[in-house]
């Protein structure tokens, strides 16, 4: 029934077509007539509709939208089957899903002009062995987020990759209840980012060669403000590429050489991870002040600075010896020599006053490291960096673990 | 009349009213409770007949104040309901229309005056003078002067309104159903005869949800433009001008319409209105069925409803939050007095995929419109503060 109905359509697009249309740019016919077909079964997807991509690389000119909860799009394997938006003509996403209970797995998606998989306002979303790549590498016409739920609930992404994002190469944003876990970050800006999202669990990672390699953020204006977020037994190398963010996002601001950033995002626990070779910093601890937003008056209800920051029993090796911007740069130089380095953690330095207790946060709100010999640079950003300060003791404390994130039916 | 077995006994009258030729008389308007019938002709809503594309009877015409751009395409857009059912008012969102109400919109441009006719050659204007045929007032377009694109339905059925696109065919006679959307190359040809060549896009269904499903948790496909604020303003219709939702009064197509404070949109290029009104309602109809607080772009915090009063929030001092490359290299949406610093100038501006603004439904820029929120964003006062 399904099969007649669908060659009945394709007779009649047939039909139409005979006016002499003829496809504007890029596609062959026999990508033009798979296109047809998969954008046919994407718009037909119901609850238990498995549509299969398969092995091959399929060049299509139009984003594919899916609007059907319960559905799973399944290739054969992320290095074989390949959509590939090269010639994408209306999008501006590869794939941009409205859906509950959606998986997908092994494909890839290349080169959309937008962002390469969105998926918004989904609850029980899962991305298992699906590779986002802008196949030119670190370009400024790269779209910004490579893996992108944002607005969901209980959402896995792993065994995937994420390559050459402007943004964002996994980005879960606006989101609850997330685990992100064995995905290789590579050639964006952002390697793996969370933002603005509360309970994520974000492990056994592998980033680098990113601008920055884990971030956890929350930015101003939004509904939902971040909080709880795990960090732990990933593999943060050598993140030093140069930013080629879009100036005005908040990844912009990101220091090339950056391992783990903590923007204004409270209850972050950064432990048992392997940290190295990030050369402005392997972790930096920031206010939304020190980012180079215009507009610096932070919406209602949002909190600036960090708070309830723990980092602890991670393994440093190098970094810190080679920060990106001149201030930076002059600032080691002129403390630690020009072959020395900074410490493996820098923290802005601005602090919530207001919520200040004999002249420190409470126990529970401080930022803490207990992590063998492991110093925080304070480099007073309030003060233009006049005077910095190097911090150990004052650091060395504990907070309670935060709880793992648990995910209905996940293990 | 609403089971899907007529649908097929629909056809076959198409057919045959086809093999009959034009001397027949037009067959009622067929409402289709299910399926996604071959030929808009089955429909019996408009149809291209004797050099005109004219509304069946009891097919209504309409236009909105400001329109969605839309690579320059002219809209003759038209309402039916079935006999003795009505929509009722609302005095923002869209009205509350009775199941079987058909909603058409046809996609057209007018032909250049001058350039040959090669199948390609659309004009760039925003004048309607040719559009119509004489002597009808606004209620049929002359296709001697026209080329019609596509005409996409909006049906209300028993679960909700369903989107079915048609495209035209060459020789203009019907359109045929394109569920999975077209890609049609054009080009727009200038009053000074300069051409840009663009693929117009039809959407398919899903990206027809793109824009009609403005909450995206409730996920309800909605009409967007026959709403209070849009229509209220007058029509040529045959039998006279009128205001439009009086007119839906009088046939029987609207109840609840109160006597006082029905909003009224300016007409985005009607340089008599005020100039802040013109471009918040140009915004509004462009950017927010996305940019509302329920809608899909509401991942980005900016709410482009002209009914929003927080500057804020409408791009004033905000800086982006999901925009990428789309910023242009500006740091906020939009800086008072100094439209070439404002993302949003940039991405209006722009007609690459991943930067350009609204995201789909245009390849071109609509110079006007730009022109429009330029000046605007000049005129605003004040400036963006720091810490």
């Not at chain 1, 596609?27 to 079964?41: I, R």
């Not at chain 1, 984003?63 to 003509?89: P, Q």
């Not at chain 2, 300069?194 to 824009?211: H, I, T």
Request: aromatic share 8%; with cysteine.
């Amino acid at each position: 029934m399904r099969k007649w109905l669908i060659a009945g359509l394709g007779t009649l697009l047939a039909a139409c077509g005979q006016g002499g249309k003829e496809t504007p740019q890029g596609l062959s016919d026999a990508d033009k007539a798979f296109q047809d077909q998969l954008q046919q079964q994407f718009l037909d997807a119901k609850p238990g509709t498995v549509i299969e991509i398969p092995a091959g690389v399929h060049n299509l000119d139009r984003v594919l939208t899916l609007r059907a909860d319960g559905v799973t799009v399944r290739g054969a394997g992320s290095d074989k089957s390949v959509l590939s938006f090269k010639h994408e003509i209306s999008g501006p996403e590869g794939m941009l899903v409205y859906a509950n209970d959606f998986t997908i797995e092994k494909l890839a998606i290349e080169d959309s002009k937008g962002d390469g998989l969105k998926i918004n306002d989904g609850t029980n979303i899962t991305i298992r062995d699906v590779r986002v790549e802008w196949t030119r590498g670190p370009s400024l016409e790269n779209g910004a987020y490579g893996i992108y739920p944002v607005k969901c609930k209980n959402v896995l992404v792993e065994d995937s990759a994420s390559i050459g994002a402007r943004d964002a190469g996994i980005y879960v944003g606006q989101s609850q209840d997330i685990i992100v876990r064995r995905n290789r970050a590579e050639k964006n800006v952002a390697g793996i980012e969370i933002e603005n999202s509360v309970r994520a669990d974000v492990y056994e990672n592998n980033a680098t060669g990113n601008t920055g390699g884990i971030l956890v953020f929350n930015m101003p204006d939004l509904t939902l403000h971040g909080s709880h977020a795990r960090v732990f037994k990933n593999k943060i190398i050598a993140n030093n590429l140069g930013n080629f963010a879009a100036k005005g996002t908040a990844v912009a601001s990101v220091p090339a050489g950056s391992g783990v950033i903590v923007m204004s995002n409270p209850n972050v626990e950064v432990f048992d991870n392997d940290i190295a070779d990030n050369r402005t910093a392997n972790v930096i601890i920031s206010s939304y002040f020190i980012t180079n937003f215009a507009d610096k008056t932070p919406s209602a209800g949002y909190d600036p600075y960090p708070k309830s920051i723990y980092i602890h029993d991670n393994r440093f090796s190098g970094g810190g010896d080679a920060p990106d911007g001149l201030e930076w740069k002059a600032l080691k130089v002129s403390m630690f020599g020009i072959t020395g380095h900074f410490p493996d953690v820098i923290w802005d330095g601005y602090v919530d006053t207001k919520a200040l207790v004999d002249g420190q946060y409470p126990a529970a709100q401080r930022i803490c490291v207990k992590n063998a010999d492991v110093e925080i640079l304070n480099v007073d950003g309030p003060n233009k960096f006049v005077h910095p300060k190097v911090l150990k003791d004052e650091v060395h404390c504990e907070l309670p673990p935060l709880a793992a994130v648990e995910l209905p039916g996940k293990a | 009349m609403k089971r899907s077995h007529f649908a097929g006994a629909a056809i076959a009258l198409g057919v045959l009213a086809l093999l009959g030729g034009c001397a027949q008389a037009p067959q009622p308007v067929h409402y289709f409770a299910t399926g996604y019938p071959a030929k808009l002709s089955d429909w019996h809503l408009v149809e291209a007949r004797g050099g005109k594309l004219a509304p069946n009877t009891g097919v209504v015409p309409y236009d909105l104040a400001t329109p969605l751009f839309s690579d320059y395409a002219h809209k003759f857009r038209t309402v039916w309901m079935p006999a003795g059912s009505a929509a009722k008012y609302d005095a923002y969102g869209p009205f509350d229309f009775p199941v079987g109400a058909v909603l058409t919109k046809t996609f057209f441009y007018p032909l250049p005056a001058k350039d040959p006719r090669d199948g390609k050659a659309v004009a760039r204007t925003w004048d309607t003078a040719r559009d119509f045929a004489p002597g009808t007032a606004h209620d049929a377009l002359d296709l001697a002067n026209v080329r019609l694109i596509e005409t996409r339905l909006l049906v209300r059925r028993e679960n909700g309104w369903e989107a079915i696109p048609y495209v035209w065919d060459a020789n203009q006679k019907d359109a045929h159903l394109a569920r999975t959307g077209d890609a049609i190359p054009l080009d727009l040809v200038d009053a000074a005869g300069q051409r840009e060549a663009f693929p117009y896009v039809v959407p398919n269904a899903n990206q027809c949800a793109g824009c009609h499903v403005t909450n995206v948790q409730a996920k309800r496909i909605d009409p967007l433009g026959p709403r209070a604020r849009h229509l209220n303003h007058d029509y040529a219709y045959a039998t006279g001008t009128q205001n439009q939702l009086e007119h839906w009064v009088k046939v029987g197509y609207l109840t609840g319409l109160p006597q006082t404070d029905v909003p009224r949109d300016a007409a985005w290029n009607d340089t008599a209105a005020p100039l802040d009104a013109r471009a918040r309602d140009w915004l509004d109809i462009n950017c927010s069925h996305c940019h509302n607080p329920a809608g899909p772009a509401n991942t980005t915090a900016l709410d482009l409803r002209s009914v929003n009063t927080d500057a804020r929030l409408w791009g004033v001092c905000k800086p982006p939050v999901a925009a990428g490359r789309g910023t242009g290299d500006r740091l906020l949406d939009i800086v008072p007095g100094k439209p070439d610093d404002s993302i949003l100038v940039y991405r209006i501006t722009s007609n690459e995929p991943g930067v350009m603004m609204p995201e789909m439904g245009r390849n071109t820029t609509d110079r006007e419109g730009v022109e429009l929120i330029r000046a605007w964003i000049a005129s605003l006062p004040g400036t963006c503060g720091s810490p």
